[in-house]
């Protein structure tokens, strides 16, 4: 890793950060039966690691103007380290949710800091260019991940997979310390921390767009959460068999990646985000109403899905470029607070999740539906603004 490529430690620290998410799904049945965790327990390991990711995000901003993005990241990559040790000794369920949660904290660090790096080094449509890279890296994570998540759980149990994540951690915080440069710190904002993420808050050009893209991506923890119960149960899908459900749905969100890279210096940023959207609602539309077309099919579920996340692959780096071309705050808060949206869109997700019944899935593609409806909304009410502010 070299001094002069940001996109790569970027990379890596949002590889990280989201195996914290999908390697352990292949198990989660295996951890609650372990653990004596209720029916819920295993949307809860999810909901407060998401918790934790989401609500320090504004701590680890502030904490990246204040000390700099490399003591950050050596800060945020030790202490995921330590908290995946620490989580293969948990005695029970309460215990394993609390560690959970600090691992949420340290993964909130990573991304948190995979952004700055990339706002410090980018701007403008060649930000939604280095962005994409970052989703490219989150479609690895979400299928090469619970793919691998899968072969760890079969050969050595659950417990290796945590034990892999916090070696991985531990190793790109020794080469980050000995090979990385970063800056000494961002740009200094004009105002102090919390007034920043106030006005932030209260900016609809930084706003509407970071909640197209969170609630876009809540529909993936959504489904994530209640996949897994969802399959092996109504399916009978082996933890192996799930496994391989993330190669179609990497190339899902791969091929959603790729079109924003390479459409992000040819397109208007308007024009995609747009198609992005359409694209979502569809994805959501047919997963309504494939199933009842095709009735006991799990394609008839996943199929759907992926065109969810070929749409989410579009709108997520250029939901985050956008929103930082209508910050009026400099530094690395605007990338923190976006963070902090989708995070905590993801966590309510989680716990909306953690109460849906299982046994019929059209409670979740109920609950996708409402979300891309929301996402459409959001992005109409920007491109009101944006066409108000242009003429």
């Not at 904490?63 to 000794?89: E, I, P, T």
Request: proline residues 4%; glycine residues 8%; aromatic residues 10%.
């Amino acid at each position: 890793m070299r001094k002069s490529n940001p996109i790569a430690l970027g990379c890596l620290a949002v590889f990280l950060a989201q195996a914290g998410i999908t390697l352990y799904i292949p198990a989660l049945s295996i951890i609650t039966k372990d653990l004596a965790g209720q029916e819920s327990f295993a949307a809860l390991t999810l909901s407060v690691f998401l918790l934790g990711m989401g609500v320090t995000m504004l701590w680890w901003g502030h904490q990246a103007a204040r000390f700099g993005s490399k003591n950050a990241l050596m800060g945020a990559l030790l202490l995921y380290s330590f908290s995946n040790f620490a989580v293969v000794f948990a005695t029970d369920g309460v215990s394993f949710l609390i560690i959970r949660a600090i691992q949420g904290v340290a993964a909130g660090g990573l991304s948190v800091m995979a952004r700055v790096v990339l706002r410090d080094s980018f701007s403008g449509r060649q930000l939604t260019q280095a962005l994409s890279w970052l989703s490219i890296c989150f479609v690895v994570s979400i299928g090469v991940g619970q793919f691998l998540g899968a072969l760890v759980l079969t050969a050595f149990g659950w417990e290796s997979i945590f034990l892999l994540t916090a070696a991985a951690s531990l190793i790109l915080g020794l080469q980050v310390s000995r090979s990385f440069a970063g800056a000494k710190s961002s740009p200094r904002a004009k105002y102090a921390s919390l007034k920043s993420y106030r006005i932030l808050l209260q900016q609809p050009a930084f706003f509407l767009p970071t909640l197209a893209g969170g609630l876009g991506y809540g529909m993936l923890i959504l489904f994530n959460a209640m996949a897994p119960k969802i399959f092996q149960t109504q399916h009978s899908w082996s933890a192996l068999e799930y496994g391989l459900l993330g190669w179609p749905i990497s190339a899902a969100y791969l091929v959603g990646a790729v079109l924003s890279n390479r459409l992000a210096l040819k397109c208007s940023q308007r024009r995609l985000f747009s198609s992005g959207l359409a694209l979502l609602a569809t994805g959501a539309i047919a997963m309504n109403f494939v199933p009842m077309l095709v009735a006991h099919s799990a394609a008839a579920l996943w199929l759907p899905y992926c065109l969810i996340l070929i749409a989410q692959g579009v709108l997520y780096p250029l939901s985050l470029s956008i929103a930082n071309a209508g910050s009026p705050i400099a530094g690395p808060y605007a990338m923190a607070m976006a963070g902090f949206v989708h995070q905590i869109i993801a966590a309510v997700c989680g716990l909306v999740a953690s109460q849906l019944p299982t046994s019929d899935p059209s409670s979740l593609t109920l609950v996708c539906a409402i979300l891309a409806a929301a996402a459409c909304f959001a992005g109409h009410k920007y491109r009101r603004l944006t066409w108000t502010t242009t003429r």
